[in-house]
């Protein structure tokens, strides 16, 4: 069965530059979620889009932002990197009222 | 949405029924309980959820009390490949984002 698919895998960056990950959800699945883990932490929940609108908003910083296209797929913009921001970022998708399916996340690290 | 206390670990040996716990005292007549788990920074993997009633799928049984207070989760004959850290959420069935607490680091035990 297809799974949620995210890219790049891993990623280093420096401070201050930008990244771009990408989400491909699971097809057909209309929600797409985004968390960020970060070392030894719980995943804390950043934003969501629900056919291609934001539906609900974390604790995402303002350097951040994100937006889902009309092929449902997802990116998150991380901007004036910091330090603290390297983590593990995961996407979900989910159908309707259904669970959420975790894709296997990118790993930031920020020098 | 209700918070949740668990245990934050847990042992079970390889083979025997593991049962984690969790208390959702606050729970409000419309939120589900879901368990998810997380193998060492793999996304987290839906286990099961329920409203009132008990639930059983191929991974795992749910258990509510009758005053949806606390639950439990039952992995029938736990293998190594289970350990993981267990999580019990308590939300509304719409598009909530997950909300994820401390957790149960389970460790299976050969």
């Known amino acids: 069965a297809a799974g949620v698919i995210q890219s790049p895998r891993h990623l280093i960056k420096e401070k201050r530059e930008t990244a771009t990950l990408k989400c491909y959800p699971i097809?057909?699945?209309?929600?797409v979620y985004w968390y960020q883990q970060g070392p030894g932490q719980d995943p804390q929940f950043l934003i969501s889009?629900?056919?291609?609108?934001?539906?609900d908003k974390g604790s995402i910083p303002d350097r951040f932002s994100a937006q889902q296209f009309s092929d449902y797929h997802s990116e998150l913009n991380m901007s004036s990197l910091e330090l603290g921001d390297s983590a593990l970022y995961f996407c979900?998708?989910?159908?309707?009222?259904?669970?959420?399916?975790f894709g296997p996340g990118t790993r930031l690290t920020v020098l | 949405d209700a918070k949740t206390t668990q245990p934050p670990s847990m042992d079970c040996a390889e083979g025997r029924a593991a049962n984690l716990p969790c208390n959702h005292s606050?729970?409000?007549?419309?939120?589900?309980v879901y368990w998810y788990r997380q193998i060492h920074s793999q996304g987290p993997q839906y286990i099961i959820h329920g409203l009132k009633n008990n639930e059983t799928n191929e991974m795992a049984s749910l258990i509510i009390t009758e005053d949806r207070k606390s639950s439990t989760l039952i992995l029938p004959h736990a293998t190594l490949r289970d350990t993981a850290v267990y999580y019990c959420i308590v939300l509304n069935s719409g598009n909530t984002p997950l909300v994820f607490g401390k957790g149960t680091r389970l460790s299976v035990i050969a």
């Open positions: 097809p057909r699945h209309d929600t």
């Open positions: 979900a998708s989910r159908r309707g009222y259904n669970e959420q399916f």
């Open positions: 889009f629900y056919e291609k609108m934001q539906s």
């Open positions: 606050t729970i409000s007549g419309n939120e589900y």
